[in-house]
């Protein structure tokens, strides 16, 4: 079955200190890879996604993720953290032969402490 | 604001009483998609549009449960006979493509009671 793993119900990091949220997929083929964000009674919000390319992602508030093909992970980084970086991570994967599936992960809470 | 747009924002509703959801999805974006997400949980998928035509359809869904897109723009997710399991928070989305991102409404909070 396909899935998609974040093994990290939680990250705790010091603000200043560099993040990794970790993803891993079971996904057959060359999938799409998303990170979103989500805040406290907000919706998703898109931060970056891998299609093809260069292994190394940039997105929005200076995220950005690393695809590993023989790993199946999609990492998501940032050399900084910041105390408003605090929020719910959801990392998703698009299969290469649908046109609206994805599968998400169960979500990662990052709390930057200051 | 030309983002995904969700009314209402909150809906608290007695079991048994039918309730809808209304979606405008990013103007030019031909692809809608309805997710449910519970406290703690990623989303789950309820039902995908491309323009009118409804192309699937979770198996999550109960008969209880309809969703349109008359005209390929606004969509609407209708919940008859409510229960207390369908309490979440429903998430509409929109995309281009099928590369692109979704981008996702606030959402509707459904509480039944």
């Known amino acids: 079955a396909q899935s998609v793993a974040q093994p990290e119900d939680q990250v705790n990091v010091a603000e200043g200190n560099p993040l990794t949220v970790k993803c891993t997929y079971s996904v057959s083929g060359n999938p799409y890879l998303f990170w979103y964000v989500q805040y406290p009674n907000r919706g998703l919000q898109f931060l970056l996604k891998y299609i093809t390319g260069d292994n190394l992602v940039k997105g929005s508030y200076g995220f950005e993720a690393e695809f590993n093909k023989s790993q199946t992970s999609f990492h998501l980084k940032k050399p900084s953290a910041l105390v408003s970086d605090s929020a719910l991570y959801f990392c998703?994967?698009?299969?290469?032969?649908?046109?609206?599936?994805?599968?998400w992960g169960a979500g990662t809470k990052l709390i930057i402490k200051p | 604001d030309t983002g995904v747009s969700q009314n209402p924002r909150h809906k608290i509703t007695k079991r048994g009483q039918n309730v809808t959801f209304r979606c405008d999805p990013i103007s030019e974006h031909n692809r809608l998609y309805w997710y449910r997400q519970t406290l703690g949980q990623g989303p789950e998928f309820l039902t995908y549009f491309q323009n009118e035509a409804q192309l699937e359809k979770s198996r999550l869904l109960s008969d209880r449960f309809s969703a349109e897109r008359p005209k390929g723009s606004f969509s609407t997710l209708e919940i008859q006979r409510t229960e207390q399991g369908d309490s979440a928070m429903y998430l509409c989305?929109?995309?281009?493509?099928?590369?692109?991102?979704?981008?996702f409404g606030q959402g509707t909070r459904l509480t039944v009671v």
């Open positions: 998703a994967v698009r299969p290469p032969n649908s046109n609206y599936q994805l599968i």
């Open positions: 989305a929109s995309s281009l493509a099928q590369g692109a991102e979704a981008f």
